[in-house]
């Protein structure tokens, strides 16, 4: 049977509430203002507290504290205050039920090949730095939705990807089912994610698969974020072995095999300052250890 | 604004940025199309560099502490006041900082103004990027343009055609002084000669020659070295080795005759001799003292020579009387080597100093003598007196060992002797001919020599008859 089609239809997945859609569409529209937007969030009140948080945290090292939900969106940006609110979601998407996979594990990997993408964006040149987390943090909601529709499967899966030291999707791929990356590209089609969006999830594993696709340079991004989020957290994602890189990232995203090294390096740093965010505490949904 | 306007507006401000203060402007009336500020500051590495409207700052404690933080993070911010805000725009390059921006506006800024401004500070990190990397390229041409211009060598490219493509400015002042230089370079180069020296009519250069491949394209790459000074000090040094040899040689020169005279006198005081016997001794004491006055003389000659006061007296004299002297003076010598002295003259009037001329002919006359050739069955020395309407010219040719034609030179020179070591095979100063020659041209004649080793040689003088 095919798994890409229940999730329009199962009531066991959550979609984006109004606020959440409402501030997706919002952050997209240009001519959108720091009030009207703050005027959208702030009609969660828990929704913009949460984000002042994470707009507080150590990875973001604002000089000051900042206490309004308007400064935070001029000083901070506004896609970045989409893309808080949008892994308030994520994170609490994640944590909605309680199955045999660890949840937090799974949501440091989200966030860590958010936080990933962007540094790797930064470092070699490439402008749409916040688009690219995005995609980082949404790259595995395939997971996410087969741990929800069939916790069971997805937790011998990652013991097989365990017990044979093989990536979980070249597993998948042996099998013949649907494959996480397929699976979660339909899923952000069901949020009304933009159309990146969705090819980034469905190419995260093998960019090379579509080599033409308009979003080539960001799947690169993201799935070299993906190796190292592996690298850095391994088994987190569920997925285990060595991870597979694929040699068109060098060609598309112009670098040589050599900067992966500086490369970790540059990543090493950014992830001891962002373990707040990666690790946040289980109590909170906000992420952020207080 | 569209973006399509943005990119236009910006191509066509960015076509004028020849500095980073005119990229600054650039960007300023870009920024002002994106968002109204009444004020625009430019900081680099914290130190203000640009400013719109001249000379107006932004409160810098408002913002400063946001600098290092902007530094990190490489997005453009805007910091809310009371009554507007303060716009931070990172220009960079990957992941360095190159400038910020900083404006103070009253606007609030949309997603939209954002997006553009994120835009604009990328753009223009490239393009700072660029000018920084073009002035760095700019200073290390120059840097290095300064060092060969500089240099005390001249550097000259040719192409294919032998044409100049490049001098530094030594080569061009050594070109310019020395019009003929380029020309024999040339020259020498399509003879295929690499190294070399060239003399020109007032220095002397050292050339060396490379074939290079410059840019993909053949050229010939020429070092030219002005070495003018470093020949005069080699003439110097071939100079004061001569005269050591020329003192040793002298001093034997002196010693000989000196001791003849000492032991014939010696011997007539301490012995009994007949009168024919004294006379005999007397002769040989006269004639050594005759050769001691000739080297003092040569000697007082050579000084005169060396500080070229040198005077001569002109009266009217035959030649032929001279000659006639002169081998008169020589007899006895010629007789002792068996060499045959004839002469050819008719009364020939000319006016010289006598005692100089006749100088200049015992010379010739006793080098022809003492370098006639012992292995030649018949031995002779022929002097020929030639009237030629202005001038008259004396050859004195003999059949003795020649001098080898690489030395017509240098017989010429002061201390000079063919076989230059101190052999003393032939007893000689080595200033006759440098003495001969000064006394011809003091005439306003000249001396030519013509020659070949075991053959002849043949000494010609010319002197104007008036």
């Known amino acids: ?290 | 604004m569209e973006i399509q306007q943005l990119l236009s507006k910006y191509m066509l401000e960015i076509s004028k940025v020849r500095d980073e203060k005119s990229l600054y402007t650039a960007v300023s009336e870009i920024l002002k199309k994106i968002v109204s500020f009444s004020v625009l500051n430019v900081f680099n590495q914290n130190n203000l560099v640009f400013s719109e409207p001249e000379g107006q700052h932004i409160e810098k404690e408002i913002f400063s502490d946001y600098l290092p933080w902007i530094e990190q993070r490489l997005y453009p911010t805007f910091l809310p006041l009371e009554n507007g805000y303060i716009g931070l725009i990172p220009v960079f390059k990957a992941n360095k900082l190159l400038s910020t921006i900083v404006i103070e506006t009253t606007e609030e800024p949309t997603a939209e103004v954002v997006d553009y401004i994120q835009l604009l500070s990328y753009l223009s990190g490239i393009t700072l990027e660029n000018l920084r990397l073009i002035d760095f390229v700019d200073k290390a041409r120059e840097y290095f343009e300064s060092i060969i211009n500089l240099s005390n060598d001249g550097i000259v490219v040719l192409n294919e055609l032998k044409e100049i493509e490049f001098t530094n400015s030594k080569a061009k002042d050594n070109l310019k002084d020395n019009t003929e230089l380029l020309r024999e370079i040339i020259d020498r180069i399509e003879n295929n000669e690499e190294f070399f020296e060239v003399e020109t009519h007032k220095s002397f250069f050292s050339i060396s020659v490379k074939q290079v491949n410059l840019l993909g394209e053949k050229k010939v790459l020429v070092n030219i070295r002005n070495i003018t000074s470093e020949k005069e000090v080699q003439k110097l040094k071939e100079l004061d080795k001569i005269k050591t040899n020329f003192i040793a040689n002298i001093s034997h020169e002196l010693r000989t005759p000196l001791a003849a005279i000492k032991a014939y006198v010696e011997t007539m005081l301490n012995m009994p001799m007949s009168q024919e016997e004294i006379h005999e001794f007397l002769d040989v004491v006269y004639s050594q003292s005759i050769r001691l006055e000739e080297l003092l003389s040569d000697l007082l000659d050579f000084s005169q020579l060396e500080s070229h006061t040198m005077k001569i007296l002109k009266e009217s004299v035959n030649i032929c009387e001279i000659i006639e002297h002169s081998i008169e003076t020589l007899e006895n010598m010629a007789k002792e080597k068996d060499v045959t002295v004839e002469y050819n003259c008719s009364n020939l009037e000319i006016k010289c100093d006598r005692k100089r001329i006749e100088q200049v002919i015992v010379n010739l006359l006793s080098n022809a003598i003492k370098f006639s050739d012992q292995a030649k069955e018949k031995r002779f020395v022929r002097i020929d007196v030639l009237d030629e309407g202005e001038i008259v010219k004396i050859i004195v040719e003999d059949n003795g060992i020649g001098i080898p034609e690489s030395a017509f030179d240098k017989i010429f020179e002061r201390f000079y002797r063919v076989d230059n070591e101190l052999t003393y095979a032939v007893p000689g100063t080595g200033l006759g001919l440098a003495i001969v020659k000064e006394i011809v041209e003091l005439h306003e004649g000249n001396i030519l020599v013509e020659s070949e080793v075991g053959k002849y040689t043949k000494f010609i003088v010319t002197l104007p008859k008036n």
């Open chain 1, 1 to 290: 049977m095919m798994i890409k089609e229940m999730i329009s239809t199962v009531t066991e997945i959550p979609t984006p509430d109004v606020i959440v859609q409402q501030i997706i569409s919002t952050a997209s529209n240009p001519n959108v203002s720091a009030k009207e937007l703050e005027k959208v969030i702030s009609m969660d009140v828990g929704l913009s507290t949460k984000i002042l948080k994470l707009v507080n945290s150590a990875y973001y090292a604002l000089p000051r504290k900042i206490t309004k939900l308007s400064e935070a969106i001029v000083i901070i940006g506004f896609k970045t205050v989409r893309n808080l609110a949008l892994s308030v979601f994520t994170y609490s998407a994640l944590h909605s039920k309680t199955t045999f996979v660890d949840h937090d594990k799974l949501w440091s990997h989200f966030m860590a090949t958010a936080i990933f993408s962007e540094q790797i964006a930064k470092s070699i040149g490439y402008m749409n730095r916040e688009e690219v987390f995005l995609a980082g943090l949404m790259h595995d909601v395939g997971k996410l939705a087969v741990d929800l529709l069939f916790p069971m499967y997805i937790f011998e899966l990652s013991k097989v990807s365990r017990d044979l030291s093989k990536p979980m999707f070249l597993i998948e791929y042996e099998i013949g089912v649907d494959t996480h990356m397929e699976i979660g590209g339909e899923l952000l089609r069901h949020w009304k994610f933009p159309e990146e969006y969705v090819s980034i999830a469905i190419l995260h594993e093998k960019p090379s698969l579509n080599p033409d696709s308009p979003y080539i340079e960001m799947s690169c991004i993201v799935h070299l974020a993906n190796v190292f989020s592996n690298i850095f957290l391994p088994g987190n994602s569920l997925s285990y072995g060595k991870p597979y890189l694929d040699q068109v990232v060098f060609k598309v995203l112009g670098i040589k095999p050599s900067r992966l090294e500086t490369m970790y390096h540059e990543l090493e740093i950014v992830f001891n300052k962002s373990k707040d965010l990666i690790f946040g505490g289980v109590e909170d949904e906000t992420g952020v250890q207080t």
